[in-house]
């Protein structure tokens, strides 16, 4: 039994594997993989509400409260971005963002799993200490961020409204609008292999086959 109720915990992680190797297979596309990945990140809060239910003691009730905010805290997601479909572009345009500069940049997946995942959250973890420059810091993400998204839109659908100098992200530094600086480190280095250009790429020899005649 408990074998079985391990499995049922673990399955949604392994469907939402099984669904990315799919969907880079090309067997699905990424609208199609959207909704099941949705639905095992609501699976997977399973493993944590059957821990806190198995929990005893004077803090159980606080472990409950945990796994019942993971739980929520998914639905919540499903319901803005999912019902509406316009809001379901802004993690689908994210994703093929990041798997496009994945696909140029092989160590990008392994840089972006560090700063998201470790890096990001002992920051805010440390910033949580001291409240007012937690929000100070915050809120200045927040604004670099709404600031690209609005100057990146309106450079892509009304250009000509903006000043000659906001039109392209040229005027910034190469190292804070490419990666190829940090890509030129990286793969000089040896530790990850830098794509191979379309002329680059070996070519495949044809061989002409002839069929004769009945």
């Given amino acids: 039994h408990f074998r079985m109720a391990e499995l049922g ?8 594997g099984i669904n990315a190797e799919y969907g880079g297979m090309g067997v699905i596309s990424i609208d199609r993989m959207f909704p099941l990945t949705l639905g095992s990140n609501i699976g997977t809060t399973a493993t944590a509400i059957l821990a806190a239910l198995a929990a005893t003691g004077d803090h159980r009730s606080l472990t409950i409260q945990v796994a ?22 802004i993690p689908l345009s994210m994703a093929k963002c990041l798997g496009n500069t ?4 092989r160590w990008f997946a392994v840089v972006y799993l560090l700063l998201m995942f470790l890096v990001l959250p002992l920051t805010l973890i440390a910033l949580s200490f001291n409240v007012y420059l937690f929000y100070v810091v915050l809120s200045l993400i927040i604004l670099v961020i709404l600031t690209v998204v609005i100057v990146t839109t309106l450079q892509r659908h009304i250009p000509h409204r903006l000043p000659a ?22 793969t000089g280095c040896g530790c990850f292999e830098k794509k191979a250009a379309p002329e680059e790429l070996p070519a495949i020899p044809l061989r002409t086959v002839t069929v004769a005649p009945k």
Avoid: E
């Avoid at 994945?102 to 940049?105: I, K």
């Avoid at 005027?171 to 190829?180: A, K, V, Y």
């Fill in 68 to 89: 019942v905010s993971h739980l929520m805290f998914n639905i919540f997601g499903i319901i803005v971005f999912y019902p509406i479909p316009w809001m379901r572009q």
């Fill in 9 to 16: 915990c673990f399955a949604s992680t392994r469907s939402s």
């Fill in 102 to 105: 994945t696909a140029n940049y």
């Fill in 165 to 186: 100098w906001l039109r392209t992200w040229k005027f910034l530094p190469r190292p804070l609008r490419s990666l190829d600086p940090y890509d030129r480190i990286i």
